[in-house]
Each structure stands twice: as structure tokens, then as C-alpha cells.
């Protein structure tokens, strides 16, 4: 936070005082210029030469703070197929919003009309095409108009933010954005920049945007006054960097110019914030008009910082940048941007490298997370390929799901950056899924790329859903951009010996580190005299950030090629070396250790286990071990168990001689014995059975030799009215009862041989001795020729009275 | 449920032998040539009048003989997109 202004500026315009975020007139407010666009005019760069044009529902381009300005070959009318693109008019002035927009951009200085923009001599145009039926043609035109001319692209919409969306460019938008980074700028690439969603309110997750999303469109969101998170802040790991918009009530908004020549105070929302870059790169292209569509990402990335803005889950990622999923790497800095503009050397040519794509299909059961890790060398064979530094990292998916909304996607790169994927989007209800859908991280932006890879997909149902319906991973597909050799040299010849031989061989090894890393710092810039950071030493600093120290009090942290920075303990996952004054990463997964070797980690970070024997971090447990989440130790199954799963008790596999029974292993007995549970040894069936349950003679699985099962006993012989039967399965008889009225069978039920009383025996069957009265020759003659007493459903029927008639 | 596809009157086309061919091609079948898209080289912009502004089913017809001759790699009837601001 600044109380002072060291770049005091005034101008004539009206809402000049009102621009609290450019500068500190209003006493009564802390001061919120840490965007240091002041100190970036101060430095002779407001935009000239650059032509910066809003794609929206049309600009004024009569506007008095804007038609000095205004570039006609930097606008178009989509809509209307003219080159005019003044808005539609209408009573509720529907068409404000690219004039709004264009006004933060380049609203002419000192013309004692609204504001000023942030590129206030920058060339302003407009495309006029959300007034009408979007199409996939309208966005490509839209997108590749006069790509040699126009330098910066600002667009502040997308598809509906309405957290159930999954949208984004066509094939002729894609197209376009190809073209324009290829061959837009005459080969230096077209610059797009973005508004990151408005859809916080709904639970939105801006990488449903496939613009946003896109590695071609700078990712914008936004920060109110006091550093919260707006209303309308939509997360995501795309994003790239944040400027201030408006938030709460009590906060104040953005000024700027409105239509019918009037300005407004009350502008809000996402596309409050992406103009507000897009000036800020038209200060930067300015200061190196040769910088590439790729130059600009990194210049926002090494230039943007957290200052004062608040989110839960800042994080320091393996190349020592920190990161937010609210606000990437932070509130832009245009004074940052034109002084690393200045000196910028093209970035090495961009790489990409498929480093793995699995089409195995994984079900993804809900409260079971699925994990996939892939180890990658990068491309490191392939020259054209390989990718050591990272710049943006995009998996791409096809997931079927029967509610998409449920589903969660984590990242973590090879230097244990996590990043979201994907957050739970409550009203997302569709069964759709994600068809090939590419999800875009930032968040390992200079890491090294080479090591293993997981992605986590996380199943976490908020409403009831038909359990059988689960969700299935079909292909995925990681795509790593970068490049080959680091992508700004950190060492200036020149400056490195004079400084070396300054301060001698015994200078501090936490000195050494930052000094390393601001040497680039060093050339064309003046001697900071202000106040430095608390965390810097004796040597005092170059500016006021942690980051600027020459050296620290306690502990420098970072690496001389991503930049070093004072802190006053180490992070999670670094060892505090209070010797050297450094905080030294241990190895991977470890959250505290002794040293950096595998085998010195004392505990793990989240998601990996500690082996307490060898004294590692994993990903899994070894067999034997199961993952305790609270302890987030690797603990020892039972004994008896080969592996086992959420406790030592829950075996899933069994040593030798042990079969699982439930979640138990137990142990196997011989044959004729059973496992005693009572002493938990294997005692002798009864003498009738060849294996059981128990000790009685009712508890036998198999009868022994010679014995028959009757009646859940094993028997020598069958009972009367019984006969031994072969059963398919059982190594032994069965006794089945004889048929009805049987009294003794042999081999078959059907086969008797003694008959109850009241019942002859007739061709092995036992049949009624009650004779028939009216049974007379004819109907003796239809019984004979039909054959009725050898059918067994008719053999009472009457067979006994022709019997006897012959 | 998923918001239904509405297509327009209006139709992309990849068309190889350039700007004459897709004259050609516009004249042949009914449409108004509207011209390359954009900086996308071979891609061009057809309308059609006779065809409903918007409509929630694909055209078939005329359109069909359209994708099917052998100078049109590529066709495809524009759905309009929900866009908004933000």
C-alpha cells in the first residue's frame, strides 16, 4: 500500500479526481495506485503508435473523449457490414458497453471532458458485432479484422456465465485466433485479451469458457477497492493476471466514458478489468513494439503481483512465482510491464509437446477420486518439441457423466504445483460431459516440465443421483506449451562481473541467490531510495517488494532462475537452512524434511504419505501399507493381510495360506478341518464330513467318502422312502425322496418298489386300487388307444378297472 | 437440459479454387456470396433468403447439393450463439 504519490499527475478531466485506482487525490481513501500507471507515464508511455480496438456492441466514436483517438481502420461493423460502429440507440441505452470500455483504454487526456484512459494517446476502435445473431462467422471476422493494423483485441463477453455452460469458439473462431497469433501484428502475433467471466453468483468456473480458456487470450479478472473478491469473480486456473473493478456496494466502481457523450462512475463488472490490460499492454507495446503475443503472457507473469489482494489459496508454484485461482499471478503493474518491455528478448520459439494420451476408459465412482499420474521427458528427443520451461499446460478430456456439474479436475505438475481444473458447479445439471473439452492451467508458468504428471478427477454429488449411474473417463490428453531454453536470460555479462568483483568471494549465499536474479533488473533503471521490504537485510533493496531485496533478514526463498524473494520462514515443502540463509525445497511430496534426498522427508504435503521406514512421500502406499489421510503416513496393514485400504483391518488381498472373508484375511485349513474362531486355529470336522463350518455333524460343506448328504447330515445310507442320487458339483450322493405314495425306491423316484396302502404297484409307480364305475369298453378302448396308462398324469385314470376288464 | 441448437440463414464454406469458385458456387445454388471470413484463407460467407432466419432444425434441400459438390470441402449451416456481456 502507497499513502504518497511519487508520480503526481493532474489533467483538466472532469472525473480525473474520481480515478482512484490511477491515483491518490481522496484524502479520506487509502491509496490504490499499485498499478503504478502514473509512474509508467511518468516514464514517457502512454500508448503512442498502438491501435487497440473493443469487440463489443459498438463505440461512439463522436464521443468527445474519444474522437480525438479514434481510429476508423481499427473499427468495423459486423452486425451492419459497414465500417461504422456507432451502437444502436434505444431507450435504455442497451448499447453502452464498448463505449464504456473503450473510454478505460483511451479516452483522451486533459480535454477537461470524462477521464483519462490507461493509453490515453493509443488509436481506439471499435467492432460493433454483439448487436445482432452471434455466429461462429461473426466471431471469426470479428477476431481477424484487419490483424497488421490492430495490435490489442479486448473483449469483454462470452458464452452465459450462468454456471451450466460449457462454450466456447467454433472451428472458424479457433481458426481465427490461430491466424492472428501466427500472422496478425506481421508476424509478432494479434493480442487477445479477455474478460474472465461474470459468473461468480452462479458458481461459474471460468475453464467452461473455452475463450477464456484458450492459450491465446489473456485471462482477466478482478479485485475490488480493498482487495476482495468481487460478487461476479468467476475462478479458474486460466487466468492470468487481475486489475481492479468495482465489488461491494460501499467500494467504489470504474469511471469512464458512457454513451450519449455523457461519463459514468458506476461501471462494473469483469469487463471493468480487461480494458484496463489492455491499455496497460499498449503502454508495454510502446515501450518494445516487437514483442510477441507470447512476450506479453510473460511479461505479466514476472510482472504482476499479489499486493494486497485477498485469496485463500495463494501458492508459490516451482518456478517461485505465487498464484491464485482468483487472480493468477496477480494485479498487473504497468510500470513493471514497460520497464521488462523495454529490455525484453524475444521468447524462444514455442513448443509443444503431447506428453501422454490415455484412452483406457477409468468409471469414476462418486466419493472415489480417480488418479492418473504419467511420467514425461518433455519431448526431450524431439528438437522442435521439447518443452524444459513451461508456459501454459492444457489437458484436454472426454468425460461422460450423468450430472457434470458433481465433477472436480486437479492438476499437479512435477514441481507438486496443484492446480483446479475444474471447481463443482451446482446448477450445471447436464448429462452432456465434457467431449474433448481442453482445460488450461498457468498456474506451472516456468516450472520445469519434465517429471510426473497426475490428474485427479473428483466425483462429489450434491443432490441424489441413481447410484448406478456413474461417470466414465474416456481419453485424456496432456499438452505441454514452452519452451526449450529458459525464456528470459537471468544473467547480464556485464553487470554480473562488475557486481561479482564488488562483492567479493565471501558475499552471503542468500545475497548471491537475489543478487542473481535482479542483476536484469540493474540495466537502465535509476537507484531506489524509498523504504525496503522489512524482510530485507543489510544490504538494503531495489525497490520495496520482498522480491527486491539484495539480502535477507531471516530466509530468501525462490531460485535464481524464476527470481528469489524474503521470507521470514520457510513454505511448506522447503527445508530452512540456517546457515546458508535458504530455504531449499525438499523433494517432491515432502512438506517437512531433514534434507533434500527422498529419504529425508519427515512429513508429506497434501495427497502424499509418509513411509515412516523409509522415510519418503508417495503418491501410494507400498503393499503392506495402507494411506491414513489424517496422519497422511503410510501405516502397516495386518498381518495377515498382503494389502489392505483405509485401515489396517480393511485387508483387500491376503498373504499366502490366508483367504480374504469379508474385509478379514483368514487362515486356510487342510482338508477335514475348519478354522476355529473361538481359538483362531484349524480344528478336525466331525468324522462324516470332508470339510465344514464347525465341529458338529449338521456343520459339513462336503460328506466324506461313502456318505450321503440327507437332510443337512451325512449319512452312510438313505432312510426309507429315500434314494441316493448323484447331484453335478457335489463330490458325493444325495438322498431324494421317493415319489408320492412310495413307501421304498431304488436308483430313481420313479422307480418304487413298495407301495402305501390303498396303492397297487403299476410299471414302478404306485397307482389307486379304487376301481371305476362307469369305465365301459368304449371308454376302456379310448384309455387303450391312447395310451393313458403309461402317462403318469393319467395313470389314476381308471387304469386299474380296464386292467382288470382285460 | 441443454439449450437446443438454433440455426441461422447464414453458412460457412471452405471452398478450393478461390474467390471465383465460390461465386460459382453462390450462383449456382441460390445463395448471396458475402465473401472470404474474416483473414481465413478459402473460407467464405454464404446467405441464403429463402431460408428461415431461425430455426431449430438444420436445412436440408438445396443445402445438401451444396455440401455434396466436389469444390466445397468443408460446409456448415451457422448456429447462433448465446453471448453475452460482461
Known amino acids: 500500500h502507497t499513502w504518497t504519490e ?174 492472428g497469433i501466427r500472422k496478425g501484428r506481421n508476424g509478432l502475433g494479434s493480442i487477445y485479451v479477455w474478460a474472465s467471466g461474470n459468473g461468480g453468483r452462479e458458481g461459474d468456473y471460468c475453464s467452461c469458457d473455452g475463450y477464456t480458456n484458450s492459450i491465446y487470450t489473456i485471462s482477466v479478472s478482478s479485485t475490488t477497492e480493498n482487495g476482495n473478491k468481487p460478487w461476479y469473480l468467476e475462478e479458474c486456473a486460466s487466468t ?162 450423468p450430472r457434470r456439474g458433481d465433477l472436480q479436475i486437479y492438476l499437479t505438475s512435477p514441481s507438486g504445483t496443484k492446480s483446479q481444473l475444474l471447481a463443482r458447479r451446482a446448477y450445471d445439471l447436464s448429462s452432456e460431459g465434457y467431449e474433448n473439452w481442453e482445460f488450461m492451467t498457468v498456474h506451472c508458468w516456468g516450472e520445469k516440465a519434465q517429471g510426473e504428471w497426475t490428474l485427479e478427477i473428483h466425483d462429489n454429488s450434491s443432490l441424489l443421483r441413481i447410484p448406478e449411474m456413474q461417470g466414465k473417463l474416456k481419453e485424456w490428453t496432456l499438452i505441454l506449451y514452452g519452451t526449450a531454453k529458459p525464456p528470459f536470460s537471468t544473467l547480464n555479462p556485464h553487470h554480473s562481473q562488475s557486481k561479482v568483483q564488488e562483492s567479493g568471494m565471501d558475499m552471503e549465499a542468500s545475497r548471491a541467490a537475489l543478487y542473481q536474479s535482479h542483476l536484469e533488473l540493474t540495466e537502465e533503471e535509476e537507484d531506489y531510495l524509498g523504504p525496503c521490504h522489512p524482510e530485507c537485510g543489510d544490504q538494503g533493496c531495489d525497490g520495496p517488494g520482498a522480491d527486491q531485496c539484495l539480502n535477507c533478514v531471516h530466509f530468501s526463498l525462490g531460485s535464481a532462475k524464476s527470481g528469489r524473494k524474503c521470507v521470514s ?50 503418491t501410494v502406499c507400498p503393499a503392506g501399507f495402507y494411506a491414513d489421510e489424517g496422519l497422511k503416513h503410510c501405516l502397516k496393514c495386518h498381518q495377515n493381510c498382503k494389502q489392505c485400504i483405509g485401515s489396517a483391518e480393511k485387508c483387500t488381498a491376503c498373504k499366502d495360506r490366508f483367504s480374504l472373508a469379508g474385509a478379514m484375511c483368514i487362515q486356510e485349513c487342510d482338508q477335514s478341518m475348519y478354522l476355529s474362531l473361538e481359538t483362531m486355529k484349524c480344528e478336525a470336522c466331525h468324522p462324516t ?54 413307501l421304498s425306491c431304488e436308483g430313481s423316484g420313479r422307480n418304487c418298489v413298495r407301495c402305501r396302502e390303498g396303492f397297487n404297484l403299476l410299471s414302478g409307480s404306485c397307482v389307486t386300487n379304487h376301481t371305476c364305475v362307469n369305465a365301459d369298453e368304449t371308454f376302456c378302448e379310448m384309455v387303450k388307444i391312447n395310451l393313458l396308462c403309461e402317462r403318469k398324469l393319467f395313470i389314476h385314470f381308471c387304469c386299474q378297472t380296464c386292467l382288470l376288464a382285460g | 437440459l441443454s439449450s437446443r441448437a438454433v440455426y441461422s440463414n447464414h453458412w460457412a464454406l471452405k471452398v478450393s479454387g478461390g474467390a471465383r469458385e465460390a461465386a460459382r458456387l453462390a450462383s449456382r445454388y441460390g445463395y448471396v456470396n458475402l465473401g472470404q471470413i474474416g483473414s481465413l ?46
Open chain 1, 569 to 618: 520462514m520457510c513454505p511448506p515443502g522447503f527445508l530452512a537452512d540456517t546457515v546458508a540463509r535458504r530455504c531449499k525445497r525438499c523433494h517432491k511430496g515432502c512438506e517437512a524434511c531433514l534434507g533434500r534426498s527422498q529419504n529425508q522427508c519427515t512429513s508429506c504435503k497434501k495427497g502424499w504419505f509418509l513411509h515412516q521406514e523409509a522415510n519418503t512421500c508417495g
Open chain 1, 240 to 401: 492470468l493476471a487481475t486489475t481492479y473493478s468495482s465489488g461491494a456496494f460501499y467500494e467504489r466502481k470504474i469511471v469512464t466514458t458512457d454513451l450519449r457523450q455523457r461519463c459514468t462512475d458506476a461501471h462494473t463488472g469483469t469487463s471493468a478489468s480487461a480494458p484496463i490490460v489492455a491499455g496497460i499492454i499498449a503502454l508495454a507495446l510502446e515501450a518494445n513494439p516487437h514483442l510477441t503475443w507470447r512476450d506479453v503472457q510473460h511479461l505479466i507473469v514476472k510482472t504482476s503481483r499479489p499486493t494486497h489482494l485477498k485469496a485463500p489459496d495463494w501458492k508459490i508454484n516451482g518456478a517461485g512465482r505465487r498464484v491464485s485461482h482468483l487472480y493468477g499471478f496477480g494485479l498487473v503493474d504497468a510500470e513493471g510491464m514497460v520497464l521488462e518491455a523495454r529490455k525484453w528478448k524475444t521468447a524462444p520459439a514455442q513448443h509443444v509437446c503431447t506428453a501422454t494420451s490415455d484412452r483406457k476408459h477409468r468409471f469414476i465412482r462418486a466419493a472415489q477420486p480417480v488418479q492418473m499420474s504419467t511420467l514425461t521427458d518433455a519431448c526431450a528427443d524431439s528438437f522442435d518439441q521439447h518443452v524444459a520451461y513451461l508456459e501454459h499446460v492444457v489437458v484436454k478430456l472426454s468425460i461422460q457423466h
Open chain 1, 6 to 179: 511519487p508520480h503526481f499527475m493532474n489533467f483538466s478531466d472532469l472525473m480525473w479526481p474520481s480515478m482512484w485506482y490511477l491515483h491518490c487525490s481522496d484524502k479520506n481513501h487509502r491509496c490504490r495506485s499499485e498499478m503504478n500507471v502514473l509512474a509508467a507515464w511518468h516514464r514517457g508511455y502512454t500508448g503512442k503508435n498502438v491501435v487497440v480496438t473493443i469487440l463489443d456492441d459498438g463505440v461512439e466514436k463522436n464521443h468527445p473523449d474519444l474522437v480525438q483517438n479514434y481510429d476508423p481502420l481499427a473499427s468495423y461493423d459486423v452486425n451492419g457490414g459497414d465500417d461504422d460502429p456507432t451502437p444502436r440507440y434505444d431507450i435504455s441505452n442497451e448499447n453502452k458497453h464498448g463505449t464504456r470500455c473503450a473510454g478505460q483504454v483511451a479516452a483522451y487526456a486533459n480535454n477537461s471532458h470524462c477521464v483519462v484512459g490507461i493509453a490515453y494517446n493509443a488509436k481506439i476502435g471499435g467492432i460493433r458485432m454483439l448487436d445482432g445473431d452471434v455466429t461462429d462467422i461473426v466471431e471469426a471476422k470479428s477476431l481477424g479484422i484487419r490483424p497488421d493494423h490492430i495490435d490489442i483485441y479486448s473483449v469483454s463477453w462470452g458464452p452465459d456465465d450462468d454456471g451450466r455452460t460449457v462454450d466456447g469458439p467454433g472451428p472458424l473462431a479457433k481458426a481465427a485466433f490461430e491466424q
Open chain 1, 689 to 742: 464330513c470332508q470339510t465344514c463350518t464347525g465341529p458338529g455333524k449338521d456343520e459339513c460343506i462336503y460328506c466324506a467318502k461313502d456318505f450321503h448328504l440327507h437332510e443337512w447330515k451325512c449319512v452312510p445310507a438313505c432312510s426309507e422312502g429315500f434314494y441316493a442320487e448323484e447331484v453335478p458339483g457335489l463330490p458325493h450322493k444325495a438322498c431324494r425322496r421317493c415319489e408320492e405314495n412310495c
Open chain 2, 41 to 86: 484463407d478459402g473460407y467464405y460467407h454464404f446467405y441464403h433468403s429463402k431460408t428461415f432466419k431461425r430455426s431449430a432444425l438444420k436445412s436440408r434441400g438445396t443445402h445438401t447439393f451444396l455440401s455434396m459438390d466436389p469444390k466445397v470441402e468443408w460446409v456448415q449451416q451457422q448456429e447462433v450463439k448465446k453471448r453475452v456481456k460482461r
